[in-house]
């Protein structure tokens, strides 16, 4: 866990989840992470298959006690809300979920629906015993407790955003599924990111990797995540949404290298519960 906003990492891993001796260090879940400030407002981003540890965990710390979570989706894509089915607290009617999408309060609703219910799971979305509340982002941001959160679009297929939630001390920016320009850094990104103390950003490929087919996929890699922290001024750089065919081991060499271009370049390794 880091200290800013006491950040969580859940999930770290895109596309699908993998289990297996050589990815235990980082964990094998698909994106989820959390953030508490000092307001006490619990905020979620993504809700991947990691979201399950954390809802285990919060049903455990607040048995009896009405709260209200915030989860703040990036897009609908599978990886990212393929836990939610399975994140206990959407089943406890002491629980008050608002989820904010850059969509219509009608287009979340009906994504989540349509993934959860039917011929795909025995309970439907609407059905669950939590309080549901929808909400769109909009390019001015909202106001979450004492917490403002606001998006920039990303390069992504179908379309994704980058969330920033500025507390009274802090600055947080997550920008998993991204895919750099051809040519120099994403400016806009770089400017909705200045000066974040932490940038959690889409690590998915290799250079190689990305140079030998995988342009236009949508992802983005170490070394363009080293050069978008330089521009911005961020504090420090979290790289996240590894290849799931990365294993521990590639990934130490990932962080070290790109520990060369940017110092303080870190890891997001899943929280064990």
Request: net charge negative; charged share 20%.
């Amino acid at each position: 866990m880091t200290e800013i906003l006491n950040l969580e990492f859940w999930g770290v891993r895109g596309t699908c989840p993998v289990s297996g001796k050589n990815w235990r260090t980082y964990g094998g879940h698909t994106p989820c992470s959390s953030l508490e400030p000092p307001d006490g407002s619990i905020l979620i981003i993504d809700a991947g298959t990691g979201i399950k540890q954390l809802g285990d965990k919060l049903q455990k710390r607040e048995i009896g006690r009405s709260i209200h979570l915030h989860l703040l989706l990036t897009h609908f894509h599978l990886d990212h809300i393929m836990g939610l089915p399975f994140f206990m607290p959407l089943y406890s009617p002491d629980v008050t979920l608002t989820i904010y999408a850059d969509c219509s309060p009608q287009k979340i609703e009906e994504y989540l629906s349509g993934f959860m219910g039917g011929h795909y799971f025995p309970v439907s979305f609407m059905e669950t015993q939590s309080k549901k509340i929808f909400k769109q982002v909009h390019g001015g941001g909202i106001e979450i407790g004492e917490n403002h959160i606001s998006l920039s679009p990303l390069h992504h297929p179908q379309g994704s955003v980058a969330y920033k939630i500025q507390s009274n001390s802090s600055i947080v920016v997550f920008a998993t599924d991204t895919e750099h320009p051809p040519e120099g850094i994403d400016r806009r990104l770089a400017d909705f990111s200045t000066d974040a103390d932490v940038l959690v950003y889409d690590a998915m490929f290799t250079p190689q990797e990305y140079e030998s087919g995988k342009r236009g996929w949508g992802h983005s890699t170490w070394l363009e995540g080293t050069k978008l922290a330089k521009e911005s001024g961020v504090k420090k750089l979290y790289l996240s949404h590894f290849n799931p065919e990365h294993t521990d081991s590639q990934i130490d060499e990932i962080i070290a290298l790109a520990r060369e271009q940017f110092e303080q370049t870190f890891a997001a390794i899943e929280e064990s519960g």
